[in-house]
């Protein structure tokens, strides 16, 4: 069964550090890149970081820039994303996926996240 | 603020065709492809629709998206109960080097 489970979710205070985890199963999880996507309560999907297949390309978003490193083991089958700099607005469910039809160097014309995670909860709390 | 622009919510009765409209502009749906995705409370979100109009595997073909200049669109044929959820628009934009996600469409079936 293709699956992705994360972890490493919990209660932090503001300037804390989390790492979160994403165990692939199921799949070639080298022959993927991967996305971590985030919900605050009440509010909407938000993406926040991406890494190419051999873990050696990552983009984020800009309210990730400079505090949120994505990694990947792929000898392992994890995903990782270290936040620190943890503030109150970072507080939200986040889930890994994985993106479909992506080239070694491109993901234009994917064919979308069609695998995703149960989620993690993230909770930044003074 | 999200770049795409979708109506907060959405209702119709079952059997009802509704649609979920997506604005955006050049540097994003004008450019480049466009995804829907549904988020049932409690569950993780479903991909309904990629490169503009193509179902995945497994999506009933009531599901059905279109796309014109900057604007996009997501249709639901013969509403069902269980298609309550949120529905998001998604996609690449250039000029913030990001994926977006539209702010989501609450569907009610009345």
């Known amino acids: 069964e293709v699956q992705l489970v994360e972890s490493g979710g919990g209660l932090v205070q503001p300037g804390g550090s989390l790492r979160l985890s994403c165990a692939a199963s199921g799949f070639t999880f080298s022959s993927y890149w991967m996305y971590w996507v985030r919900q605050a309560p009440g509010e909407g999907l938000v993406w926040v970081s991406r890494i190419n297949k051999d873990g050696t390309t990552m983009t984020y978003a800009d309210s990730a820039k400079g505090r949120f490193t994505a990694s990947r083991d792929n000898a392992k089958n994890m995903l990782y994303l270290q936040m620190n700099s943890l503030r109150a607005d970072d507080t939200a469910v986040y889930f890994c996926?994985?993106?479909?039809?992506?080239?070694?160097?491109?993901?234009?014309?994917?064919?979308?996240?069609?695998?995703w995670g149960q989620g993690t909860t993230v909770t930044v709390f003074s | 603020q999200s770049v795409l622009s979708q109506p907060p919510s959405a209702s119709g009765t079952p059997g009802q065709r509704v649609s979920i409209s997506c604005s955006g502009s050049n540097s994003n749906i004008g450019r480049n492809y466009v995804y829907w995705y549904q988020l049932l409370p409690g569950s993780a979100p479903k991909l309904l629709i990629y490169t503009d109009n193509q179902r995945p595997s497994g999506v009933p073909d009531r599901f059905s998206a279109s796309k014109s200049g900057t604007s996009a669109s997501l249709a639901i044929s013969g509403l069902r109960s269980e298609d309550e959820a949120d529905y998001y628009c998604a996609g690449w934009d250039d000029s913030l080097s990001g994926l977006e996600f539209g702010g989501g469409t609450k569907l009610t079936v009345l």
């Open positions: 996926a994985r993106m479909d039809g992506c080239s070694r160097t491109s993901c234009y014309g994917n064919y979308g996240l069609n695998v």
